[in-house]
């Protein structure tokens, strides 16, 4: 797409008013329930379509496809993530009225990260075409790394905080208790900061491993800025609202490793085969209609195949649970 400043000043703007919008929503401390973390999970997804079919309209067919194609792989991946975001409102012992308010700053900061990493990516292979080669040899070892953590007897179910979280608290002294949403307090004539704030920047830059991943991926399937910028936005600010919706339905998806892990390894093929064709060898390339379906097929499949899985572990559960029960009652006497 040839976006001039005015368009993208525009759609930076417009996000910048959606997220005030969320932001003042959500204002008060409270806990999120169902209903309205559905509601606000449609609104996402509803912007995002009218934002990709707004491309089509425009007469941007490629950039529209490409935006669902990369809109619907961060989502996917998004998902996954929300799992560590679950292990790090454990770790902190963060109150359930907080949460809303952690992520709503954590994603924040997340789409500020994205933003810069998006910009070197685009720099860096408009500079250099052989950094394609890169992407997709590093998404094809993500894949198998996915592959083997899934296929893993025992998974490593605590979260642990990074050296910059550490050297954070080691730094600045804690708070031993959450104050409100107070960032900063003041105690004792000492100037302390509170979980709420370390909290936050964990969840703000764990993203930045996040991005290792999805930022080559949604370059595999666009090149374009302005796409790889807005899919991510959208992918991110509707994050919030899905933790709550299917916070409870995450240990059910117990493929989604394995379709991430074929989305990956095939988008990293994608990019190996683009970066042939860059250097003038004749193969075929994988277009944006046949990546949009792919993905959307795996999804689909994995989704299908992980509730099937779940419903038949919890049955085999509860079979075994009415066994031992069984067992336990005493003989009748006659």
């Given at each position: 797409m040839d976006v001039s400043l005015t368009m993208w000043v525009v759609t930076v703007v417009?996000?910048?008013?959606?997220?005030?919008v969320d932001f003042f929503i959500g204002r008060k401390p409270h806990e999120v329930s169902t209903k309205e973390a559905g509601i606000w999970t449609i609104v996402w997804v509803v912007l995002a379509v009218l934002f990709g079919l707004g491309l089509l309209f425009m007469g941007e067919t490629q950039a529209s496809g490409e935006f669902f194609a990369g809109y619907i792989t961060e989502k996917s991946l998004s998902v996954d993530n929300l799992f560590v975001f679950v292990l790090i409102m454990a770790k902190f012992a963060v109150p359930t009225i907080y949460q809303?308010?952690?992520?709503?700053?954590?994603?924040?900061?997340?789409?500020?990260?994205?933003?810069?990493?998006?910009?070197?990516?685009?720099?860096?292979?408009?500079?250099?075409?052989w950094v394609f080669y890169i992407f997709g040899a590093?998404?094809?070892?993500?894949?198998?790394?996915?592959i083997q953590e899934a296929r893993a007897e025992e998974h490593d179910e605590e979260y642990e905080e990074s050296k910059l979280i550490k050297a954070?608290?080691?730094?600045?002294?804690?708070?031993?208790?959450?104050?409100?949403?107070?960032?900063v307090i003041r105690e004792n004539g000492k100037r302390l900061i509170t979980p709420m704030l370390v909290v936050m920047?964990?969840?703000?830059?764990?993203?930045?491993?996040?991005a290792l991943d999805s930022i080559p991926a949604i370059f595999g399937l666009t090149q374009d800025p302005y796409i790889v910028f807005t899919a991510n936005a959208f992918a991110l600010m509707g994050?919030?609202?899905?933790?709550?919706?299917i916070g409870g339905l995450l240990k059910k998806l117990v493929h989604l490793s394995y379709g991430l892990s074929i989305i990956l390894g095939f988008i990293g093929v994608k990019l190996v085969l683009h970066a042939l064709h860059e250097s003038g060898v004749h193969v075929p390339e994988i277009?944006?209609?046949?990546?949009?379906?792919f993905i959307c097929l795996v999804l689909v499949i994995t989704t299908i195949t992980s509730l099937r899985a779940s419903r038949k572990l919890d049955a085999e559960a509860a079979a075994a649970a009415e066994a031992d029960t069984a067992e336990g009652e005493p003989a009748d006497r006659t």
């Open positions: 417009g996000l910048c008013a959606l997220i005030a809303q308010r952690v992520l709503m700053v954590g994603v924040l900061i997340a789409l500020v990260l994205r933003g810069i990493f998006i910009a070197a990516g685009a720099a860096i292979i408009s500079s250099f075409a590093f998404l094809i070892w993500t894949a198998w790394k996915l954070i608290e080691k730094r600045f002294p804690v708070a031993d208790r959450y104050h409100g949403t107070k960032l920047l964990a969840i703000g830059t764990t993203d930045i491993l996040f994050l919030r609202q899905l933790y709550f919706l277009g944006i209609p046949f990546s949009l379906g």
